[in-house]
């Protein structure tokens, strides 16, 4: 689907390559994760190119003014990480976002930030493992409640709570991920997708359109080339 979109509309002025954005759901907000699968051996300027492209999409989609952006490492001093990580640690950190330096896995959901920003190899791995933990304690909690006929009293008091998060967490509320970085309008959908997900899926396509993130996304990597060439000596091509 990346390449077939890729090869088909090109890519979006100043962007390199594209990357998939895709909704994550936290306690007290949501968080775009970029890239979830479309390029899985970047570079450090691709990666600036996700902070750009994620701090559009959530502020136009999402609704946040001036997202936090954080780059996924395995810790937040600057110096750990690997070769990619650091690299792209100096480019994001003077580059025209509110960038707030490295977070660790743990972070994604205990202390949020708007914009999540890894190469696509991490980004994949970090989604697919939500989607089953997620779905792994909707199945211990009905294992437990079912021991006893008091915890299936509790719950049946707890239901309005239990559907609130079971909303929150299922993939068809968001319908499907941006591919952003083309030009046109890509939505990846998941394959066991229902009729619900297709639908918001389209709805996602319909606010790309109206919010003209495309555009905002060339705007704004306008202004992050001139950072990318003044790096340039820093971070080899």
Known sequence: MVAAATIRLRTLPGISRP?????????????????????????????LDYA????????????????????????????????????????????PIHFTGNIEGRDLFENPVEVVVCDGFVG???????????????QWLKHEIKKTPIRM???????????AIKKKTNYEEYGGSLLLGV???????HGSSTVKAIRNAIREAVEAVEHDVNNRIIRAAEMAGAHKEAQSDVVPA
């Open 19 to 47: 990357g998939i954005a895709t909704i994550m759901p936290t306690e007290t907000n949501l968080f775009v994760l970029m890239d979830a699968g479309a390029n899985l051996d970047a570079r450090p300027e691709h990666l």
């Open 52 to 95: 750009v492209m994620g701090s559009v999409f959530s502020e136009e989609i999402l609704g946040y003014k001036k997202p936090r952006v954080g780059l996924l490492s395995i810790g937040s001093e600057d110096v750990k990480g690997n070769s990619l990580t650091k690299d792209a640690f100096k480019l994001l950190s003077n580059a």
């Open 153 to 163: 009293l509790g719950a049946w008091l707890a239901r309005a709570a239990f559907r």
């Open 124 to 138: 994949n791995v970090v989604l697919k493992t939500g989607e089953s933990i997620a779905n792994a304690i909707f």
């Open 183 to 189: 030009n046109g309008i890509t939505v990846i959908a």
